[in-house]
């Protein structure tokens, strides 16, 4: 039984929530091959508590999508998009602790989220444009940031079972979403910095962040 917990259980789950997501709509079919591959990870390298974190990451930012419009007629999300932002924050735990974990998903929650809800938003700003269309990229709405407050603050729950405060949790992942925004412009300027470079670079920063100040 010890066995199949270990190594077996975690697979099957990962396997299950994939197809589950791939039936949806949610990743296309490279990303449900990359999300089960990711799971099997997390399972392996934290048990039920990683997994349990990503799940959550993944879902709400799946809801959310799936009540954008705009995101709905993109389609799944690819493998890049569910490597970039997933797997920063599991290898990044087995060289620096749990904190680092938490802190890039919550970041990864955050940006998901203010994108999202950002998106439907009456009106948006970019630094340096002024007022744009909601959906600009690397802009700001009032809906988007309170999205933004409420997925770090959701993550960073998950730092309260393994014993881990929480603020510095919730402070990484708030820096590393206002940070995927500000780098935002990059991705028109330089050809290779695309939207998943940004996420991953901005989840992996939350993340060292919040392992420095968890200490």
Do not use: H
């Amino acid at each position: 039984m010890d066995v199949f917990y270990r190594c077996l259980l975690g697979p099957l789950l990962a396997a299950g929530l994939a197809w589950l997501a791939l039936k949806r709509g949610w990743l296309d079919r490279k990303g449900a091959l990359a999300a089960f591959g990711l799971g099997s990870l997390y399972w392996w390298a934290g048990n039920f508590w990683a997994s349990s974190a990503l799940i959550a990451f993944f879902l709400l930012g799946s809801l959310a999508a799936r009540a954008n419009p705009r995101s709905r007629d993109r389609g799944g999300r690819s493998a890049t998009q569910v490597l970039a932002n997933g797997l920063p924050p599991v290898l990044g735990m087995l060289t620096c602790g749990p904190a680092f974990l938490l802190g890039a998903l919550a970041a990864a929650t955050a940006d998901t989220l203010a994108s999202e809800v950002g998106g439907r938003a009456p009106w948006a700003w970019r630094p340096g444009r002024g007022r744009v269309p909601p959906g600009t990229n690397a802009a700001v709405s009032p809906p988007g940031s309170l999205a933004l407050l409420a997925g770090a603050a959701l993550l960073a729950l998950w730092a309260l079972p393994a014993r881990l405060p929480f603020l510095p949790v919730f402070t990484a992942g708030v820096f590393g979403a206002v940070l995927d925004t500000l780098t935002g412009p990059l991705e028109e300027r330089i050809g290779w910095w695309s939207n998943d470079v940004n996420n991953a670079i901005a989840v992996t920063a939350a993340g060292l962040l919040a392992c420095w100040l968890v200490g």
